[in-house]
C-alpha cells in the first residue's frame, strides 16, 4: 500500500486507499479516566495505543489532545522525535486502511526546502524498515511495517499533484511544458519555487526557491493575540485564539465571563501577513512574479490566504484540495513511478522474448 503523508508543524494530512485523513500535530499523553467524559457523547478524535516490545503507552493525538490541555510541539527545536513520528505516522495509517488492508507500507514524506539537504536522510534511516502496532479509539491493534520511504523536498507534492492523479497518470499535459510558481502555505513555513521551461526540459532553478520560516498561518493567529493585547490588556495561548476562529466561528471568551469575536482583528492579520508573503517572494522572485503564466497557491493557509494573494498575483490559482496537494503529490509521484517501473519491467520481458535466439532442428 502506497501512502503520500505530510507531517506539517500544524497538521498530519495523509492520503492513500482512496482517503484522506487530517488531524493536527499535537500529541499529550493520555490521562487516566474518571467517567466524566462518558456523559457527554462522543470525544474528539484521535485516543491512540501504540505497543512496542510488550510495553503499551496510550496518547491523545489531534483534536482531543487540543481538548486536554496540549499545545503543539512537533519539532519546535528542529529535531524529530521518532515515538511522536511512529504516532503520528500509525495513526494516520490506521485511519486511511480497514482491518482487511495489506500492512505493508510505501510511504512518501516531505520536508520544507531549506530542510531538505540537513534532515533528508536522516528522516529516511528513521523511518526505513520500521515496524509500528498501534490502534485509534475503540479499535483493534494493527502492525503496519514501513517497507520502502522516499522523501521529497516539501512544495514538490503540490506540483506533482498539478500535474498526476491519484494513480500516478497524467492528468494535466499542458503544465508538463509550461512555467508555473508555487506558494505552499502552511502552519509555520511558506515553501516556494518556480519550474520554468529550460533548454532540454522542465527544471527548478535554485535561486528562486526558498523556505519562509515565519510567515505561515500560525503567525497571523500570533498577531490577533497581540491586537487583543492591546485593546483587552489580557494575554491568549495561541491554542485558545485558533480554536476559536476553526472550532467558534471567531467567537472567544474572555476575563470576566463576556464573549467577543475576533474575526475583524483575523482578516486583518490575515490581510498584513499576505502583504508580508508578497513581499518577501518579490525579491527573490522579481520580474517573475509578473511573467509567470500561473501560479499556484497550495497548503491549509492557502485557502485562507489565496483571496488577498490574488490581489498582487492576477495569474494565481487556489490548487484543488490545497490542504492536501502535498500529500496527494507524494502519493501521485510514487504511483506514477511504480507505473514507470512496471512499464520497463514489461517491456524488458518483450525484449526477452523477441530477442530469443532460435534453436535449429537437427
Known amino acids: 500500500m502506497i501512502i503520500g503523508i505530510d507531517i506539517g508543524y500544524g497538521y498530519v494530512k495523509a492520503a492513500g486507499n482512496a482517503k484522506q485523513v487530517i488531524f493536527p500535530t499535537i500529541i499529550g499523553d493520555k490521562k487516566e479516566s474518571t467517567g466524566l467524559s462518558d456523559y457527554f457523547g462522543s470525544t474528539d478524535d484521535y485516543i491512540v495505543s501504540i505497543r512496542s516490545e510488550g510495553e503499551e503507552k496510550e496518547y491523545y493525538v489531534g483534536d482531543i489532545a487540543i481538548t486536554n490541555g496540549f499545545a503543539r510541539k512537533w519539532n519546535s527545536d528542529k529535531t524529530v522525535d521518532l515515538e511522536y513520528l511512529k504516532v503520528f505516522c500509525g495513526t494516520a495509517f490506521a485511519g486511511l486502511l480497514e482491518a482487511s488492508d495489506e500492512t505493508e507500507i510505501e510511504i512518501g514524506v516531505g520536508l520544507p526546502i531549506n530542510f531538505f539537504k540537513v534532515y533528508g536522510e536522516k528522516l529516511k534511516k528513521m523511518l526505513d524498515g520500521i515496524s509500528i502496532e498501534i490502534k485509534i479509539n475503540n479499535g483493534s491493534y494493527k502492525l503496519f511495517n514501513i517497507k520502502k520511504v522516499k522523501i521529497y523536498v516539501q512544495g514538490l507534492g503540490a506540483y506533482f499533484s498539478s500535474i498526476y492523479d491519484e494513480n500516478g497518470a497524467v492528468k494535466n499535459m499542458d503544465l508538463l511544458n509550461k512555467s508555473c510558481g508555487f506558494i505552499e502555505i502552511g502552519y509555520r513555513t511558506v515553501d516556494y519555487f518556480i519550474v520554468l521551461l529550460g533548454k532540454k526540459s522542465m527544471t527548478v532553478p535554485e535561486a528562486y526557491a526558498q523556505t519562509l520560516e515565519k510567515e505561515g498561518i500560525n503567525y497571523a493567529f500570533q498577531d490577533v493575540g497581540r491586537s487583543l493585547l492591546g485593546e483587552y490588556k489580557t494575554s491568549f ?19 470576566g465571563g463576556d464573549t467577543i469575536n475576533i474575526n475583524k482583528y483575523y482578516e486583518s492579520a490575515i490581510e498584513k501577513l499576505a502583504e508580508t508573503i508578497k513581499d518577501k517572494i518579490n525579491i527573490i522572485w522579481q520580474e517573475h512574479s509578473n511573467r509567470l503564466p500561473i501560479i499556484y497557491i497550495s497548503g491549509g493557509g492557502g485557502d485562507v490566504l489565496y483571496k488577498y494573494l490574488f490581489k498582487f498575483y492576477k495569474q494565481c490559482r487556489l490548487q484543488e484540495n490545497a490542504q492536501f496537494a502535498n500529500a496527494l503529490g507524494y502519493l501521485a509521484n510514487m504511483k506514477k513511478d511504480d507505473l514507470n517501473e512496471g512499464k520497463a519491467v514489461e517491456n524488458t520481458n518483450k525484449n526477452k522474448k523477441d530477442n530469443k535466439i532460435p534453436v535449429k532442428a537437427k
Open 237 to 255: 495561548d495561541i491554542i485558545e485564539i485558533e480554536k476559536s476562529i476553526l472550532w467558534r466561528n471567531g467567537n472567544l471568551e474572555i476575563d
